[in-house]
Structures are given as C-alpha cells and as structure tokens.
C-alpha cells in the first residue's frame, strides 16, 4: 500500500509530505509472471479530469507474452531542489514515485540536470548521495529489483563537470535487458546493479559516454556545465540510444527578447551544440540505431513576438530594473529586466491561457528534419516559483518556456506500438518540483525490431542553410551582436582567414570561429548589458 501523506525521514529532515490522494494496492505477481487484479483511486489536477476514479477488473495476463515493454522516460532539472533539501526532495521523490505507482512502466529512464544544485561542493555530494539511496529505496517497493545510476558529481574539474546524472530502473517483468558496453561494442545482459556517483570519466564506466561541448560552443567561451550523456539499451530484442542533454541558457532577457529578432544569440548558441550532438551521434565509430535525446533543452518562445505582442498599445520607459511598459494611465503592465519578467496577470496568461503560446515555441523547428516530438499539452515547464507552497506559479525571472523535453529520430517512429497510446505530460503539475517541472514520456515499445535504415547526415548544416524550410516560420540568420557601434566594428583587428569576408578586411574580436558549421558563419560573443 502506498500513502504519499506518509511520514518520510532522511538526513534532510523530519517533514509530512503533501498528499497526493493517490492509494495503490500493487499488482501482485506470481512465480509464473501472472499478473492479477488492482484497484486504484487518484486524485488529478489535469485540465479536463478532476476526482478521477479508475477501477481495474480481475486478469490474469502471462507478461511472457506480451510484445511490447511499457517505458517511460523523464527529464528533471533538479538544480533548485538541492538549494533548499529538506523542504523540496522528499516532495520531489513522493511525486515521482507516485507517478511510478499509477503508470507501472516496466522500463524507466531519468535524465537529470544541474545535480547538486547551483553550485556543487563536497557537502552537496553527501546530500545527492542521500538522494539517490532514498529514492531507489522507494522504487524497489514497487519492484524495480536492478537499477543502473550514473551521476557526474567531480566537479573540481570544470573543463569536464556536466552535472548530468541518470537513473535507469529495470522492473522485475522485464526478462531481457541487454546494456551496451561502448569499449568493447557489444551488448550484455544486465544481470545486476550498477551505480557510478562520482567520476563519470574513468575507465571503469564503459557502459556510459560522457561529452561535455568543447569550449568554442560555449557562449564567451566559458566553460558551464553543459554536454551530454548517452546509454544504449536492448529491450527484449530491440536496440535503441538515450541522450541526456543540457543546453545554454539565455543569460539577459534585455538581449533575448529586447534586441533581437527574430531569435536571440542564445538560440544559435543552444542549436549550434544541438546540431553538433546529433552529427555526433550519427557519425561516431558506433553502429546508427534510433534514439530519444531527451533533458532540459532550455528551448525559449521567441521573445521578440511574444514582447511585440505584450506589449501592443503600451509605451516603453527605462527604468531601475530595465524597461517598462506601461498603457495610458502609466500602470505597469510588464517589467524586463536582466533576469526580472514580470507580467501583470503574469500566471493567469501562461497557465489557464498556456495554448496561445505554442505558436512561439519555435526552436524546435531548427532540428525538425531529424526530430519528432509528440504535442505538447500541458503549460511552459519553467520557471515555477522554488517555494514549496506554490506548485502552481511562475517566477517573474523568465519569460515561461517549454525547456523541458523528451524528442527522439524519426527512425525511432518505428519501435512504437500504436502512436496513439503514448502518454507526454509533466510530473507534479500541483507540487512544487523546483524551478522546473520534470517532463516524462511513457509508450510502448515492441520487441525484437532491429536493422532499421537509419538516414545519414554528414552535412547537415550546410544542406539545412541551404533548404526552403517550408513546414517551419524560422529563417536561418546570422547571430546578431547586441551592442556595438559601427566604430566598434570597423575598429576592431582584420578579420582571419577562415572567418566570412576577405583575408584583411575589418572585423571584430567579438566574432568566434565555429570550425563544425561546414558553411561561413560569423558567431558574435555575448556582451554585457
């Protein structure tokens, strides 16, 4: 029986958690893998469904014969629940474990980010330690009897820190889990646990790649804890790739939303590292198989249309913070600041009226050829308000964004058992889960399907430069530099050979060579307003 009211003490303190109103009786599983009868009562918070109530018939189903395996994947930031752990984790693990409970995935996979928190320190590490020993206590109650846990936690060294972590929980139905091992390139039965909490880069971990994006990606070449994991699964008989991603963030509104059109800096930045991780992918000594690259993207709305069409009929001012708009009695209807934005009826415009807001997610539009994503149907998945009695609303930092996804190859369509039955929804629409709530994929993935044509893209860059884009409102364009003057510009030191424009004209010392974008491209360092 599962309560999530029960009491939960942890090394973060002796707290009631919040009820969840969910009540589980388990199924109960024989020696022969019969599955038999449940019964369940959960409270939603969904759009349409309140006080739902589910009731299950007595079967007897035998999951040997099954030929599908129900897997669910999920993305959680979890930086802002170190920040504060005594109030946010043991809500973060009631939500998550409950979400286990209800769905019953057989196969599940986390992708986090930012583990540790803001800033990571030896003191930290004790604490996602603790967190994690919680956490999998909890889920071996609902049978995941073999886990694999993989955190990158050395953070003394920055130039190859990423923050990233998985967790991968294996049910005790599923027979056949076969783990890749990327030195020896072959697969093997996953027999036992398997937990690295530390170094991610010795040559101990060959069941995991770590890549951190080299320095010429990073905005003003600084190093942050940005860059990817992959794993490789075989689920009875059927390969595929997972991708932890973390991408750029947007570092000033002012320059994200104010001073660029139709995209800001921050989404070159984010799609040029996104481009040169699937190039990665597809182009490495390991065999092509189809993939789902999932974890905080930090995708934005295009903050250029979303302020033009907040702003319609008002007037600008400067201000302390930023800027104001203001309408004709001079009340403030929106503030912009560095990291303030801040809407008069700032929540009410991005939950109970999110939809209109789809139009201005566009950034995935930059990948379109080589990613699918299923709708999206819930609001922006940041930034919520780290206060652990306010689950519902935004902080006024950021403008709210879809930055957390779950996207996979087009090749992938075909592991899928019926399209129609996969679930994409957030995790605690109702809990404070921290500044971003975690984003899960469930769908059912047949077995024994291999050999699929997978399509190569060895210049993808310059073919996607060259195309019509006819299905996405994203023209390609040059990264625009938010300051400086024209005597700026014809001041600075002559452009170098390799960088657009003749051998020994002017340039800028703003401009950094991109040597992965096959066609000329000037990417201009950010600057600070």
Request: glycine share 4%; aromatic share 12%.
């Amino acid at each position: 029986m599962f309560n999530a009211s029960e009491r939960v003490q942890t090394m973060y303190g002796v707290r009631t958690t919040r009820r969840l109103n969910i009540t589980m009786v388990y199924y109960a599983y024989t020696s022969s893998n019969c599955r038999h009868s449940y019964s369940s009562s959960m409270s939603t918070d969904t759009e349409d469904d309140v006080g739902l109530t589910m009731e299950a018939s007595v079967a007897k189903i035998n999951l040997e014969d099954l030929s599908t395996v129900t897997v669910m994947l999920i993305s959680a930031n979890v930086g802002s629940i170190f920040e504060d752990p005594e109030a946010l984790i043991p809500n973060w693990i009631d939500e998550v474990n409950g979400h286990l409970a209800a769905l019953e995935p057989q196969f599940v996979a986390i992708h986090f980010q930012e583990v540790g928190g803001k800033s990571m320190s030896d003191g930290t590490q004790m604490i996602v330690q603790q967190f994690v020993k919680d956490f999998l206590e909890r889920c071996e109650q609902l049978n995941y009897n073999r886990h694999c846990v993989y955190f990158d936690q050395n953070f003394k060294n920055p130039e190859t820190f990423t923050a990233l972590g998985t967790i991968y929980l294996i049910h005790d139905t599923i027979k056949k889990v076969e783990s890749y091992n990327f030195k020896t390139r072959q697969f093997s039965e996953l027999r036992s646990s398997v937990s690295h909490l530390f170094d991610l880069d010795s040559p101990n971990v060959t069941n995991l790649e770590k890549h951190k994006f080299p320095l010429r990606f990073f905005p003003e070449s600084r190093w942050s804890r940005k860059g990817t994991l992959r794993s490789r699964w075989k689920l009875h008989g059927t390969p595929f790739d997972l991708i932890n991603i973390h991408l750029f963030h947007d570092a000033s509104n002012i320059v994200s939303m104010v001073d660029s059109a139709p995209n800001s800096i921050y989404c070159d930045y984010r799609r040029n590292a996104l481009q040169y991780t699937l190039d990665r992918v597809h182009n490495d000594e390991h065999e092509s198989l189809p993939y789902f690259i999932f974890g905080d993207f930090n995708f934005r709305l295009d903050g250029h249309s979303v302020l033009r069409k907040l702003t319609t009929g008002l007037s600008r001012r400067t201000s302390e913070m930023g800027l104001e708009y203001v309408n004709r009695s001079s009340q403030v209807i929106l503030t912009i600041g560095k990291k303030e934005f801040h809407l008069d009826n700032h929540d009410e415009m991005f939950q109970s009226e999110w939809i209109q807001w789809k139009e201005y997610d566009q950034e995935r539009f930059h990948v379109e050829e080589r990613l699918s994503e299923f709708p999206l149907k819930f609001p922006p998945t940041y930034p919520f308000e780290e206060d652990p009695n306010e689950g519902t609303k935004y902080m006024r930092t950021r403008c709210p964004a879809w930055c957390d996804r779950v996207l996979f190859s087009h090749p992938t369509r075909e592991l899928f058992d019926q399209l129609a039955n996969a679930e994409y929804d957030v995790i605690g629409r109702g809990t404070c889960m921290g500044d971003h709530k975690p984003v899960y994929l469930q769908m059912h993935i047949k077995h024994n399907v291999s050999g699929l044509s997978i399509p190569t893209y060895s210049d993808y860059l310059k073919s996607s430069a060259n195309s019509s884009r006819k299905t996405s409102p994203i023209k390609e364009k040059l990264p625009r530099v938010e300051s400086p003057t024209y005597t700026d510009l014809l001041s600075n030191p002559k452009n170098p050979p390799d960088i657009e424009g003749p051998s020994g004209e002017p340039g800028c010392n703003r401009c950094i060579e991109m040597p992965e974008v096959n066609y000329k491209i000037k990417m201009f360092k950010e600057t600070t307003v």
